[in-house]
Structure formats: C-alpha cells, structure tokens
C-alpha cells in the first residue's frame, strides 16, 4: 500500500478562536486566524511537512490532499512551491464540509481499485502505526491506550474523553465505535480503554459504505459511522494495530508550542 489520503478539509474554529496564553508569533498568528491547521509554521515548516515526511519514511509516497475549493494557499505551497522528491502530492476537492466520509468520498478517482490510508491533517502519529497499516493485508484501524495518550503526546486530558472509543472482541477486530461516551459508558468498559485517532486503512468498500449512511445530529457524513455500517451491514472486518508511541494534535493555538517542542530535532526531508 502506497496511497494515503489526508484529510485537510476542516473549518479549523478551534484554531481561529484566540486565546490569552498566546506564544504564537505573527506567521503563527496570521496562519491560525485563518484556520488551516496543516499550514501553521511549526519550527519554520508547515505542521503538515512533519505528517508527509513520516509517510515517505515508511513507506507511502502517492499521496492525496482533500481540501476545499476556497484552500488555494494548501494547493499553492503543495502543488507549486516545495520541491517534492519522495511523493507525489494530487489534490481532491470537497465542495462542502459535510463530514469526514464525504471528505473521503472526494477522494475516490485518486484510490481507484487500490488499498490506501486515511489520516488527518491536523495530527502526527507515531511511524510504527502507519508501517503497520501499510503492512497489513485487510481493512484495519490503529488504536491507542487512552492513558498512554497522556504520557506519550501532547494532548490534554479532557480533550482524550471526548475521543471515539474503539471496542475489540477476542481476534482482535472492532467490534463498535463508541463517539463521544459518556461517563457511564467508559465506566463500563474494561481496561485499558483503546481510542481512535483517526488512522485508518481501507479498500474500495468503503466508498460504498459512506453513500449507505445518513447525515448525523450535526447535519454531517461521519466516517466511524460508515466503518460501523461496513462491519455490521456488508460484512467487513476492521482489523485493530496497537499503536505505541507519540501522538500530537494540532486543535488549537494552545497546542502549538507543545507540538513545536515535540517535533524540534525532527529532520523533514520531503
């Protein structure tokens, strides 16, 4: 597997909203005003150099960016101004922001026939996940200990709790994605409790699995939700990867810093 789509479609009103502890300088400010979160300079690169980079190291070197009609400076700097030499960088265009399985149904002519992964944008996760998909042989999904979250990245407690919550039977498959749980539901469930970043492999089953799903309570296609309809309608298996190692998110104007710190003796090379 040598395809990966990357989901840079978002409205980013996390980032735009302002914060009193600000360390973000004016490229950093100006950036995030905007709200396109793959672009914020993050030691003097775009956050989203340090994403390709990790997938051309394993592996990944065709490479789709999903993105909306109005994002002409993420087309102008992937597509015009940095020298490419490990991928290859196409670019397909989600009219509205009507969820993630639209964002992925965008992207159907770059996959063709072919297995790819889907990640987000706005997240860096650790290169043994992603090797690890590129290597399995069936649709699977990377999950990670809730509370290693907490020690190995740079996310905040109260944002963990509000991830998707992956439940796996015996064989190790997903069984059910639990979004947003409530207290009384993670209470329930055994440990360590396993979340979903959003890294995924799939074939082309899922491009059907996302036209079969309604619009959820927030008027959008939902990704876990065509997962959820392809195990449980179309008799697809989800395969479940263990990923170890650190995970950053790219939320917010607070995370920044953090994810600066993170990624300092990091090398891009793209």
Known sequence: ????????????????????????????????????????????????DYVLNTLADVGYHHICLVIGPEHNELRTYYGEILNVKRLSIDFAIQPKPLGTADAVLAAEAFVADDPFLVINSDTYYPPQALNALRRLEEPGLVVFERDALLLDGNI??????????????CRR???????????????????????????????????????????????????PTAVQYMIGNMGRRMRVVFGKGMVLDLTGRGDVDSVSKRLADVEVSL
Request: proline residues 5%.
């Open 1 to 48: 597997m040598k395809k990966a789509v990357i989901l840079a479609r978002g409205l980013g009103k996390r980032m735009r909203r302002k914060i009193d502890d600000n360390n973000l300088n004016a490229r950093q400010t100006a950036v995030a005003d905007k709200g396109i979160k793959a672009l914020i300079p993050i030691n003097n690169r775009p956050f989203l």
């Open 156 to 169: 905040p407690a109260e944002r963990v709790t509000k991830f998707a919550v992956v439940k796996i039977d």
């Open 173 to 223: 498959y997903v069984t059910r994605i639990i979004e947003k749980p409530d207290g009384e539901i993670l209470g329930k469930l055994p440990e360590p409790i396993y979340v979903s970043m959003n890294c995924w492999r799939f074939d082309s089953t899922i491009f059907t699995a996302c036209r079969k799903i309604g619009y959820s309570s927030r008027g959008e296609l939902e990704l």
